[in-house]
């Protein structure tokens, strides 16, 4: 039987530490981590995302700063609002959610966010930094995803690990934090040839492709560690609406490890934002 990774427990678990830091900090330094929260529009899952982003900042000792904007925001009001986070002494975190209106070009406003300040490490400065290996804030869903991994794997060197998928949110930085503790890693994306093939060699599977139930049993090898990124909504034969992953849970039993969904990887990816804030408070005229 694969042991279940518990991500809610290990969240609960980074998410005091966090606060300890905040703790230490306050005390120490007078600075209380603050996280600058922008949601533009009302796309009900990124109200989830939001609400949940904010409801646990508070537990890790982190100041939230909540801008909820319309959908019809100009870019450049956007603009303003982050220039004015970047200035902001109280502000250490600034996380603008994804996907943002049509009028709105998402890589013009990642890149007005102050590096130091960019606790979703998407910041080009940052995505350079963590493919040089020199430090950066590390996005928070490949930081969660080792975070889970380190729960069962002690030594790294020379595994082989296969990424599915390969956004920039995901796949990519997974992949170069494998790459960074010495895996031999292999990324796939949706037009890779024989994946299920590929996945079969691998000691550490990470599936990231948004696709439910895609990787099946006889995808894995035995004695594998799975992490099942994908949160997908799906309608279930009583009609009702559920959260699936991209792991089918049938035939499953011979891999050591996996993350559950709900509970694995998504409680994980606001323990590590609220880390990410941490740090970057930590770090503020240090
Ligand atoms: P994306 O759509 O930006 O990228 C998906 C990637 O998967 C692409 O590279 C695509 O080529 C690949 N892909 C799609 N279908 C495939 C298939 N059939 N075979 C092989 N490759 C395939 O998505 P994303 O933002 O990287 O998110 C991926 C999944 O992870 C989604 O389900 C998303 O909801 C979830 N996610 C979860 C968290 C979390 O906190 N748990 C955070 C971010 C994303």
Not at 43 to 49: G, N
Not at 151 to 164: H, N, P, Q, S, Y
Not at 220 to 237: E, L
Not at 248 to 277: F, S
């Amino acid at each position: 039987m694969a042991a279940m990774i518990d991500g809610k427990a290990l969240a609960e678990r980074v998410t005091r530490e966090a606060a300890m830091r905040a703790a230490a900090l306050a005390s120490e330094r007078g600075i209380v981590p603050g996280l600058a929260v922008i949601l533009i529009g009302d796309d009900p899952a990124s109200r989830i995302y939001v609400d949940r982003k904010l409801s646990q900042a508070g537990k890790a000792g982190v100041r939230s700063f909540e801008h909820r904007l319309p959908a019809d925001t100009p870019e450049a009001a956007l603009l303003r609002l982050i220039a004015a986070c970047n200035a902001d002494p109280a502000i250490h975190g600034i996380l603008v959610q994804l996907p943002l209106p049509p009028q709105i070009d998402s890589a013009r406003v990642l890149d007005a966010i102050d590096p130091a300040k960019d606790v979703d490490g998407f910041h080009p400065v940052n995505v350079g930094r963590l493919s040089t290996g020199t430090g950066g804030l590390v996005p928070c869903t490949p930081l969660g995803c080792m975070r889970l991994l380190e729960t069962v794997i002690e030594d790294f060197r020379g595994l082989k690990a296969v990424v599915i998928g390969k956004s920039n949110i995901v796949g990519k930085p997974v992949a170069l934090l494998l790459l960074e503790r010495e895996c031999t890693v292999t990324v796939t994306h949706i037009l890779t040839r024989g994946l299920p093939a590929i996945a079969r060699t691998a000691d550490i599977l990470v599936a990231a492709a948004g696709s439910p139930g895609l990787v099946e049993g006889s995808w894995i090898k035995p004695g594998a560690v799975v992490i099942d990124v994908g949160i997908n909504r799906v309608t279930g034969v009583d009609g009702r609406a559920r959260i699936v992953g991209d792991v089918a849970r049938e035939g499953v039993d011979h891999a050591a490890a996996i993350t559950p969904v709900p509970g694995g990887v998504g409680p994980m990816t606001i323990a590590c934002l609220l880390t990410n804030t941490v740090r970057a408070a930590e770090r503020h005229g240090a």
